[in-house]
């Protein structure tokens, strides 16, 4: 009930594409739902979050939907670019014990 | 300033060393994390502190010792690791009662 499934383990996508990347929960107590973004020897970078009261949010070129009854969430990346190519974590979090749980991470590579 | 501050960057340790991690933020954060993370892998939680009182202990082996010396530092004590203990050792830091987590660049530990 703690984890977090996420797909695709990895993804290739052409510049100014659109890249999707897709997590599953079980535990209906999770509350926020983050997206990370790592890139090789750096710390994850917080890139978008939302709550289960809201279907869809979106930040520039990203947008998490949110589908609360089939408990599944995704991360779509629109006009990929080359500068995007990294590790992306979802991960999900009950608010009041601080805990993350972290997807297994989706390499994105986009090409040129 | 949304920054995490990880010292030092890179830690080639012997078996039989003592040797800390130190980690500071002036967000004004209350809880603070510590994260391991193996190559390819998500980050695992390993500790957290809220309002400088550990809250949080994921079964961590008592070769690893946090300290939270006040609200805006957090040490981790290094005593006879292990060669499988190598790993990229991440901190983080989240206002109470909000999950939204900021990690730092973290600490490259290679065991020998």
């Known amino acids: 009930q703690q984890q977090v499934k996420q797909s695709p383990q990895s993804l290739i996508v052409q510049k100014g594409g659109i890249s999707i990347i897709n997590c599953a929960y079980e535990?209906?107590?999770?509350?926020?739902f983050p997206w990370y973004q790592q890139f090789p020897g750096k710390g994850p970078a917080l890139l978008i979050a939302?709550?289960?009261?809201?279907s869809e949010k979106k930040e520039g070129r990203f947008t998490i939907s949110f589908n609360k009854s089939a408990k599944q969430f995704s991360l779509h990346i629109m006009d990929s670019q080359p500068g995007d190519s990294a590790t992306y974590f979802c991960?999900?979090?009950?608010?009041?014990?601080?805990?993350?749980?972290f997807g297994q991470g989706t390499t994105l590579q986009v090409k040129p | 300033d949304t920054e995490v501050t990880q010292t030092p960057k890179h830690l080639v340790m012997g078996m039989t060393n003592k040797k800390s991690l130190k980690c500071e933020q002036h967000?004004?954060?209350?809880?603070m994390y510590w994260y391991k993370q193996k190559a390819k892998k998500p980050p695992e939680l390993m500790f957290v502190?809220?309002?400088?009182?550990?809250?949080i202990n994921e079964s961590v082996p008592s070769r690893f010792s946090p300290e939270c010396p006040n609200s805006s530092l957090l040490n981790l004590h290094l005593h006879a690791l292990q060669p499988e203990d190598s790993a990229l050792y991440l901190c983080?830091?989240?206002?109470?009662?909000?999950?939204?987590?900021?990690f730092g660049q973290g600490t490259r530990l290679t065991v020998v």
């Open positions: 983080a830091s989240s206002q109470g009662g909000f999950p939204e987590a900021f």
């Open positions: 535990n209906t107590a999770f509350d926020y």
């Open positions: 939302i709550r289960p009261d809201v």
């Open positions: 991960a999900a979090n009950k608010s009041n014990t601080g805990k993350l749980i």
């Open positions: 967000m004004g954060h209350r809880a």
């Open positions: 502190y809220s309002y400088e009182k550990l809250s």
